[in-house]
């Protein structure tokens, strides 16, 4: 019944959208940039502040997902189908991150479009939500691991593919945004160098998390990853999952539990508590619309050493 009532309010929406849409498509001459502000929109708030990194005041940037949503459930209301019909670039991560992208990219009717998925070309790593699906479980896609920006010598190279997206479509502007990309490529090299300074000296390298959220960020800097809460994301643990996983951390010394701010931590602070085990709230996706992806790791990394550094 639901269902239905959404849908017919996508079609109606739909229509409206459409009659508006070849106003504006004449109106404005969509294919010369100059003088104009790109439009881009952002699944989630870290690759808006890329794409603002990157194009300055030449950009104009909305974000998808709003601020404490947990993105792997969240769904966008159709309203947020007129920033898609507008926008110039699309910029998510992909591998079934974005569950909806296909539905509203296709729904805008918006041909000029250059979507920009952030883990394509990338070697993606499985995991335990490697099925990136809602919880209703309609959706299902598995292509790896889609956490890949929070590893910040992986963000260097999503960052050169926004550049490149950029260029393409506002040439004029490519040294503009080149200019920009360096800037930002040594601010993200100064991170990466700070992250492998201070995880050197943490005393234990082990964790449990909530859900699979920073394999990248491990690999990179000599963390191990121990078992995931969530078998996929959203979806809390069984009594006897919570039991395994009390016992996995006692026999893997395993002293520490990174959680996720958009998340219940509920179940992990129930094997935080039974096997006096440390949490970490970490935050993946930014709390605040205007939260810098370099400020947001180096939260991340603080709450990771106040738990880890002892
Ligand atoms: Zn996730």
Redesign the pocket.
């Given at each position: 019944m639901k269902r239905s009532i959404q849908s017919l309010f996508y079609i109606m929406f739909l229509f409206l959208l459409s009659a508006s849409c070849s106003e504006l498509k004449t109106a404005e001459h969509k294919s010369d940039y100059e003088g104009k502000r790109l439009k881009v929109c952002a699944s989630i708030i870290p690759f808006s502040d890329f794409a603002e990194r990157i194009g300055g005041d030449l950009v104009e940037v909305s974000t998808i997902i709003p601020p404490g949503a947990n993105?792997?459930v969240f769904e966008p209301s159709p309203d947020k189908l007129i920033r898609f019909s507008e926008a110039d670039v699309f910029i998510c991560a992909g591998a079934g991150f974005e569950f909806w992208k296909d539905k509203f990219v296709d729904s805008s009717a918006n041909d000029s479009l250059t979507i920009v998925e952030l883990t394509d070309g990338i070697s993606l790593l499985d995991g335990e939500?490697k099925k990136h699906k809602s919880v209703s479980g309609d959706v299902e896609h598995s292509s790896g691991n889609p956490?890949v920006w929070l590893s910040p010598a992986i963000a260097s190279e999503l960052v050169q593919k926004i550049e490149r997206a950029f260029s393409s479509k506002d040439p004029k502007n490519a040294g503009v945004y080149r200019k920009n990309t360096e800037k930002f490529l040594e601010e993200l090299d100064e991170l990466d160098k700070i992250c492998r300074r201070e995880i050197s000296s943490f005393k234990t390298k082990k964790f449990l998390s909530q859900?699979s959220?920073w394999p990248y960020f491990a690999r990179e800097y000599g963390l191990e990853e121990v078992g995931n809460i969530e078998k996929f994301?959203g979806k809390e643990p069984s009594p006897a999952e919570i039991k395994d996983l009390i016992e996995t951390a006692k026999s893997k010394d395993v002293k520490v539990i990174f959680t996720d701010a958009q998340f219940s931590r509920k179940a992990a602070e129930a094997i935080a508590e039974d096997g006096s085990l440390k949490i970490a709230v970490l935050d993946?996706i930014g709390s605040q619309e205007d939260t810098s992806y370099i400020d947001m790791m180096k939260r991340n990394l603080n709450a990771m050493s106040e738990v880890m550094k002892y």
């Open positions: 993105p792997h939500d956490h859900h959220v994301p993946a």
